[in-house]
T-cell receptor
Framework: GENVEQHPSTLSVQEGDSAVIKCTYS??????FPWYKQELGKRPQLIID?????GEKKDQRIAVTLNKTAKHFSLHITETQPEDSAVYFC????????????FGSGTRLSIRP | EAQVTQNPRYLITVTGKKLTVTCSQN?????MSWYRQDPGLGLRQIYY???????DKGDVPEGYKVSRKEKRNFPLILESPSPNQTSLYFC????????????FGSGTRLTVV
């Protein structure tokens, strides 16, 4: 079955610097890769996603890149701000089996003032 | 407002006492799923449903039951809760296409003593 590995498990960056979180997946048939942000005590919320037919997607300060050959994808946050502090989860699925979204183990991102 | 509603938010119970966590969505989503979240383990899928009367096991189904008698509701049942089921539980739903990811409920923090 699908397995998603996420690194690092914790990340601390200076406010204003960039943060990068990396994930690898095992199922080459996966073609949808969402990223979720979970603030303390809150539910996970979708922040950006990418389909396998594109290599990069950007939304303001966040971007996701996908390398299908290597089966890895990354989340990039630029100009980090205190409100970016949260746990971030990557995930992978085949929308033909959309109910089987597999999540990575999460990255706790802390932004230092 | 489009949402997934879980109840209760917090529950403390004793070993062996049957309980049900309710989940309802108002987005007419076909797919629904239950996850448990434990420190360092991320989000692990318990059960999922692709439509009414169609359910299947996720990665950690032992000790849980579900039913999908109506499209909007997907209750999680613990017939005989044990302390190792102490966790944070999330219900989630998504459209049939799979793209767009899951919308999560606000979570149920369960403690079994």
């Amino acid at each position: 079955g699908e397995n998603v590995e996420q690194h690092p498990s914790t990340l601390s960056v200076q406010e204003g610097d960039s943060a990068v979180i990396k994930c690898t997946y095992s199922d080459s048939a996966s073609n949808y890769f969402p990223w979720y942000k979970q603030e303390l005590g809150k539910r996970p919320q979708l922040i950006i996603d990418i389909r396998s037919n594109v290599g990069e997607k950007k939304d303001q300060r966040i971007a996701v890149t996908l390398n299908k050959t290597a089966k890895h994808f990354s989340l990039h946050i630029t100009e980090t701000q205190p409100e970016d502090s949260a746990v971030y989860f990557c995930a992978a699925s085949r929308p033909s089996s959309a109910s089987k979204i597999i999540f990575g183990s999460g990255t706790r991102l802390s932004i230092r003032p | 407002e489009a949402q997934v509603t879980q109840n209760p938010r917090y529950l403390i119970t004793v070993t062996g006492k049957k309980l049900t966590v309710t989940c309802s969505q108002n987005m007419n989503h076909e797919y629904m799923s239950w996850y448990r979240q434990d420190p360092g383990l991320g989000l692990r899928q318990i059960y999922y449903s692709m439509n009414v009367e169609v359910t299947d096991k996720g990665d950690v189904p032992e000790g849980y039951k579900v039913s999908r008698k109506e499209k909007r509701n997907f209750p999680l049942i613990l017939e005989s809760p044990s302390p190792n089921q102490t966790s944070l539980y999330f219900c989630a739903s998504s459209a049939k296409t799979g793209f767009g990811g899951y919308t999560f409920g606000s979570g149920t923090r369960l403690t079994v003593v």
